[in-house]
């Protein structure tokens, strides 16, 4: 298995391109309605171990959010989180050309989930009294001028790694604010959150859904993507060795069965021979 | 900050590398490598999540706002008497104490907990699945019509009711069914036919209940596969071309 995932990064692989989920395009869309200059809060809910698949999906995100000149306020609902953050937001951040506290500023950890995220709905000021990276008060950066509340925001975007963050948001902030509602999850998660981003009226506006999720929306915002390329054909290369493992796996299983089921039971005759003495 | 010649940030790469190929050295079985490098991932965690409460949450939302507190305004001295309390703990005595910080945390936070899973999840997913099957099944929200579409209307109904009715202990159950109440041949016929369709309901929500591990199973097998793509990404390009760096170096 580790030889198969190794394979694409050693000999060139190529797949035709993929086109866009619909849910892809929808959180594609999600953003792209967002007025310039307007402030978008993204919650980014992963810690160190999700890294290999989060990261991607992340930098994605807040690769366009910057480039869009939107003011991104990031937060998070776990410990690691605002670190790994910083540590994109910063690298973005330098590629565009957009600067701390006016573009972009980091709330911070917020602990306390249910509690916490309503306390963050009603007075992001009062939850978030200073920023990650500095700890000055967080009123006092440009970036969150004319920001009091969750409602002040055009957008939340949530990236997590498992589906208890996004079902917070969904049912702490989506039940009480008109704010809309947008996730990127790994793949893990995706079936999870699947039911609140589908229907007449979905809760979820758009999802992005593991490395395939942040390919496609590489190409719908025209980023190269080629490293996520062969991360995905890796993905890919696993998944066709798990399947045929599956696969071998059972037709082992059923052949020996059939096998134990038809030969002729050995002893039998003796056995019949016993009976009529 | 450097070292003679290299910077830091290449030796953390360098480490990272070293401490994934520890952890990738359980593929050859349990080995005193993994799990010295075990240790330090839940040390380094434990650590860092000490130092993350102290810095950004003590010190900001419990330190801070208490000094500001006054003979006229003492509410930021609560959040202070309620975490003092849970010290309380210490000692068999005064135990009872910490129970009033926890009543306040565990209360609230079922409550929004719960009032949340009833307005966020139960009835708007109720209402999700209350779709018409009849004629209008066929018509999709935006406009037009589509079997598949109705198709599927049918399969979310019936796969949500034939679950939900798989964790019925009552039906399927010897005895139970339309024809139970009644004595004689008709009551006996009433009841076979009642227990089997119930047991063939409750075998369909099994399907579904197994179709959709299966589903969440196979995502977290992808999730996985990701992980490892990112390890190895991490290894055959960043970390190789450090080592070879730092080589070049030495």
């Not at chain 1, 998070?76 to 957009?98: C, F, N, T, V």
């Not at chain 1, 066709?240 to 089921?261: D, M, Q, T, Y």
Request: glycine share 12%; proline share 6%.
């Amino acid at each position: 298995m580790l030889i198969a995932v190794t394979l694409p990064f050693v000999v060139p692989f190529s797949l035709p391109p993929a086109s866009a989920s619909a849910s892809s395009r929808a959180f594609y869309e999600a953003v792209e309605r967002v007025p310039a200059s307007s402030p978008v809060l993204v919650s980014i809910d992963w810690e160190a171990g999700q890294l290999g698949e989060m990261e991607p999906l992340t930098r994605g995100v807040v690769r366009r959010l910057l480039a869009r000149d939107l003011r991104v306020l990031a937060m998070s609902l776990a410990p690691q989180g605002p670190a790994l953050a910083q540590r994109l937001l910063d690298e973005e951040g330098a590629r565009l050309g957009r600067r701390y506290g006016d573009h972009y500023l980091n709330l911070g950890f917020i602990p306390g989930n249910e509690p916490a995220l309503v306390s963050f709905a009603t007075a992001i000021r009062t939850a978030a009294p200073q920023d990650y990276r500095f700890s000055q008060s967080s009123g006092s950066y440009a970036a969150l001028a004319g920001v009091e509340r969750a409602a002040d925001v055009a957008l939340i975007v949530v990236i997590a790694a498992d589906d208890a963050a996004p079902t917070r948001w969904v049912q702490q902030i989506g039940t009480r604010l008109p704010v809309p509602l947008v996730v990127a999850v790994s793949a893990g998660a995706g079936p999870l959150i699947a039911p609140y981003a589908r229907g007449d009226r979905p809760q979820i506006k758009g999802t992005l859904i593991g490395l395939a999720g942040a390919n496609e929306y590489a190409s719908l915002t025209g980023d190269s993507a080629t490293t996520l390329w062969t991360r995905l054909l890796a993905q890919s290369t696993g998944q066709a060795i798990l399947v045929a493992a599956i696969v071998l796996g059972n037709v082992v299983w059923l052949g020996g069965h059939l096998w134990r089921r038809l030969r002729p039971r050995e002893g039998a005759a003796d056995e019949n021979r016993w009976e009529t003495a | 900050m450097m070292l003679p010649g290299i910077p830091f940030e290449s030796l953390g790469i360098l480490l990272a590398g070293l401490l994934t190929l520890a952890v990738l050295s359980f593929v050859a079985g349990d080995n005193p490598v993994y799990r010295l490098v075990e240790h330090v991932f839940v040390g380094v965690t434990a650590g860092y999540a000490a130092v993350v409460a102290y810095h950004h949450v003590l010190v900001p939302k419990v330190v801070q706002p208490a000094m500001t507190a006054s003979a006229e305004n003492v509410l930021p001295l609560v959040p202070l008497l309620l975490g003092g309390l849970l010290v309380g703990h210490l000692s068999r005595r005064t135990s009872w104490l910490a129970s009033i910080p926890l009543a306040v945390v565990i209360g609230v936070g079922a409550a929004l907990a719960l009032a949340g899973a009833l307005a966020g999840t139960l009835v708007p997913q109720v209402i999700a699945t209350a779709v018409p099957l009849g004629e209008d099944a066929l018509g999709m929200p935006g406009g037009g019509a589509n079997l598949v579409f109705a198709l599927g209307r049918w399969t979310l109904v019936v796969g949500v009711v034939a679950t939900l009715m798989s964790f019925s202990t009552g039906l399927g159950a010897a005895g139970s069914g339309t024809g139970a109440a009644g004595s004689g041949t008709g009551g006996s016929v009433g009841s076979g036919i009642g227990h089997g369709a119930a047991l063939a309901i409750r075998q369909v929500g099994r399907g579904v209940l197994l179709t959709a591990l299966g589903a969440v199973f196979a995502s977290i097998a992808v999730s996985r596969f990701a992980l490892l793509a990112g390890r190895v990404a991490f290894l055959t390009d960043e970390w190789l071309r450090t080592l070879g760096t730092m080589l070049a170096f030495g």
